[in-house]
């Protein structure tokens, strides 16, 4: 069984702080992204990868950066964390061509 | 570019009902077509998918069929149960490299009363 992991279900942080939210996949899928998933929203692309330290930005970039080192491992990065970042991030992977799996999310709330 | 409009939600159905959730889709190409569900306390899985026109997707009891004429992709199930209560959401992708990255539509809540 694929398995997508997420280093934190829930995170509570301050405005203005670097907030790192970590994925790690454990079979060696060439693509990964991260998603945010908000009420009447759906879930919205914000960076995705399709080989190590190679990045696309999504649909909505702005205010997040990545990092990509390893093959197994693809970190979100929320340079100085604001109110309008509270939502669920949802990581996935996939191999070429084939089915997203998702990890089970993580639920940020900025105060 | 991509999108994809599926229908409003909450819907709620009484056990062995029939279900219909439109989605129809904007896109170049020819994309591929999913569905996937979100179960209560649980994260996104797929449920089925179609990569093209005229192919039909089918798990748990559920179908989609991809219309390319119609562009739609409308998931129905003949008899619901209650634990199809979930969050649907119909999605595409692009069918090649570089380009696979998901766009989904809102979401469509669903619950099933015995």
């Known amino acids: 069984d694929v398995k997508v992991t997420q280093s934190s279900r829930y995170l509570v942080k301050r405005t203005g702080e670097k907030v790192f939210l970590e994925c790690v996949q454990d079979?060696?899928?060439?693509?990964m992204f991260w998603y945010r998933q908000d009420p009447g929203l759906g879930l919205r692309l914000i960076y995705f990868s399709y080989d190590v330290k190679m990045k696309e930005k999504g649909d909505i970039p702005e205010g997040y950066s990545v990092s990509r080192e390893k093959k197994e491992r693809f970190s979100l990065i929320l340079e100085s964390a604001s109110t309008n970042q509270t939502s669920m991030y949802l990581c996935?992977?996939?191999?070429?061509?084939?089915?997203?799996?998702f990890g089970p999310g993580t639920r940020l709330t900025v105060t | 570019g991509n999108s994809v409009t599926q229908m409003e939600g909450p819907v709620t159905l009484s056990e062995e009902a029939f279900l219909t959730i439109n989605c129809t889709y904007t896109a170049t190409g020819y994309p591929s077509l999913f569905w996937y569900v979100q179960y209560p306390g649980e994260s996104l899985q797929l449920l089925l998918k179609a990569t093209k026109a005229d192919d039909k997707g089918s798990n748990k009891g559920f179908e989609a069929t991809y219309r390319k004429e119609t562009t739609s992709f409308h998931l129905e199930k003949g008899s619901v149960q209650v634990s199809d209560s979930a969050v649907y959401f119909c999605a595409l992708s692009g069918a090649n490299f570089g380009n696979e990255k998901l766009t989904f539509g809102t979401g469509t809540r669903l619950t099933i009363i015995p």
């Open positions: 996935a992977s996939s191999l070429i061509l084939y089915e997203q799996y």
């Open positions: 079979m060696d899928h060439e693509n």
